[in-house]
């Protein structure tokens, strides 16, 4: 555990992670609950535990990032966890957070192709609203056959949390309050 101030976080642009808003009392308390949590829920693979975690302060508020350097991880459950305990835990990932408060312009490219980003933390979380979501900026993006590839996966998907996995390998999962954010700052650059 790293205590850290915002201008480190700042530098933190070429790491993702998870960051948890309003975590008072012991850290510690935090750090081996959130692992313990993480190792049950599958997100956490091989009895791994997030091995870098920092403790910063921002606007009076206790906040901890978990990051993912070194760590195995099933990336798309913990975005299902974070999308079902955002209100409980503010969760939010940290090229997310680095715009949404601190107004660093965070450019992560994904594996091989880029992931359009898609506001659904906020949303009715009914899998066909968030599936039709999903759809529409993908198809809104030109990406009309991963649009219905997507579709077709999730139809055929056993459960919630799956098809909410397949939601997350077609788009980068992001909060209604990050988009709104994000148009704020394209307006004040367009009319410069």
């Known amino acids: 555990m790293n205590h850290i101030t915002t201008e480190e976080l700042c ?4 790491h993702e992670g998870l960051v948890l808003q309003g975590c008072g009392g012991d850290p510690m308390e935090w750090i081996n609950g959130i692992n ?39 990336i798309g459950r913990l975005a299902m ?10 969760g939010t990932w940290l090229s997310d ?53 997507m579709q077709d996966r999730i139809a055929s998907s056993g459960s919630y949390d799956e098809a909410l996995g397949i939601i997350g390998e077609y788009v980068n999962i992001t909060s209604t309050q990050n988009e709104q954010v994000i148009q704020d700052q394209q307006m ?5």
């Open 81 to 90: 966890w974070r999308v079902r305990t955002h209100e409980t835990f503010g």
């Open 97 to 149: 957070y680095l715009t949404a408060n601190l107004g660093i312009i965070v450019n992560q490219q994904t594996d091989q192709k880029e992931k359009p980003d898609c506001a659904l933390i906020g949303q009715d979380g009914n899998i066909f609203n968030l599936m039709g979501i999903a759809f529409r900026t993908l198809k809104g993006k030109g990406l009309g056959e991963q649009a219905k590839e």
């Open 11 to 14: 530098t933190m642009v070429d």
């Open 188 to 192: 004040k650059g367009a009319q410069l």
């Open 36 to 74: 313990d949590l993480l190792k049950k829920e599958g997100v956490l693979q091989n009895d791994d535990s997030f091995k870098e975690v920092y403790i910063f302060e921002y606007e009076n508020c206790t906040n901890i990032l978990f990051d993912f350097e070194n760590v195995v991880l099933n």
